[in-house]
């Protein structure tokens, strides 16, 4: 009898081991896998990305063009205020319109503006855009915005290939052209740099939170900008480079809980002590 239940228990383990096995055998098959489904992706696609490189100093002596056709510095648009920083191309019908349209929706609502609190710099990856096409987008985002002095905090700019392509590859923004279709495969995004042209924050996609928008400027400004609640809104919140949001952290609000209640109670306590006091003196 004994031997019989030794015997069924060799076996369940011997299963159980099994599955384990199969399991952990299927991980790395899994990755191959992962990474044979990656080559097959379209060739104008395996180099297209949005890579992180928060910290980054951006090359501010790049030359490039702006709207009007006149040579100008990268560094021109920084040293006063913080800069959202975004690539597209002019003559680009998908993407690049979904993302400008996304970055106005998220702008409206904010108490900043344009060219007051910070400044947008919007760079064609295309060398084959021209002043006329940065003209013609840059009329289109201030008509959109509809804010006063925003035409003097927005610029659009064209650039060489080089100069591009350098500032591209600092922004971790990578692209290819298909020669095929004569248009350029993409990613989309915002980049937020500090007024010293440092990264300080990324956001994704086409859609983008206010919030977030206004936690980032305020960030990379030091605290130049807003106001005190939002800065007891950036102690209770934290950015999270993997989604480029910023999400509540309850451990700060529950300590800001504990501090304004036992600042609460101190009140208290004070107030009914003069007032003990004062019954005492009548």
């Known amino acids: 009898m004994i031997a019989k ?9 011997c299963a159980v081991l099994a599955v384990v096995c199969l399991a952990t055998a299927a991980i790395p098959l899994a990755r191959v896998a992962h990474a044979h489904d990656n080559d097959k992706r379209p060739a104008a696609l395996r180099d297209v990305a949005f890579e992180q490189k928060l ?18 510095r990268l560094g021109e648009y920084f040293g006063r205020k913080p800069v959202l920083l975004n690539f597209v191309y002019y003559r680009c019908r998908e993407l690049c319109p979904l993302l400008s349209d996304g970055l106005v929706r998220a ?23 021209t002043a006329t096409s940065a003209a013609a987008a840059k009329s289109e985002y ?8 925003a035409s003097a905090g927005w610029h659009v700019l064209t650039g060489a290939a080089a100069a591009i392509e350098a500032l591209a590859d600092a922004a971790g923004f990578r692209y290819s052209y298909d020669a095929k279709r004569n248009e350029f495969a993409h990613a989309t995004g ?7 042209g440092k990264i300080s924050r990324y956001y994704y996609g086409i859609e983008f939170s206010p919030r977030d928008l206004r936690l980032g400027l305020i960030e ?15 102690f209770c919140y934290h950015y999270d ?42």
């Open 241 to 282: 480079p993997l989604t480029g949001q910023y999400n509540l952290v309850v451990t700060r609000v529950l300590r800001l809980a504990g501090a304004a209640t036992v600042l609460a109670l101190a009140g208290f306590i004070v107030l009914m002590l003069r007032r003990e006091r004062r019954a005492q003196l009548t």
């Open 55 to 72: 910290n980054q100093q951006l090359p501010l002596d790049l030359e490039l063009r702006d709207s009007s056709g006149r040579a100008v």
């Open 220 to 234: 990379a400004a030091a605290g130049k900008i807003g106001s005190p609640l939002d800065q007891l809104l950036l």
């Open 142 to 149: 201030i008509k959109k915005y509809r804010r006063e002095g």
């Open 5 to 13: 239940f030794m015997n069924k228990r060799a076996r369940v383990v």
């Open 190 to 196: 915002l980049v937020v740099a500090t007024p010293q």
């Open 107 to 129: 702008l409206r609502p904010l108490s900043f503006d344009v060219g007051s609190q910070f400044d947008i710099v919007t760079v064609s990856f295309d060398p084959a855009d």
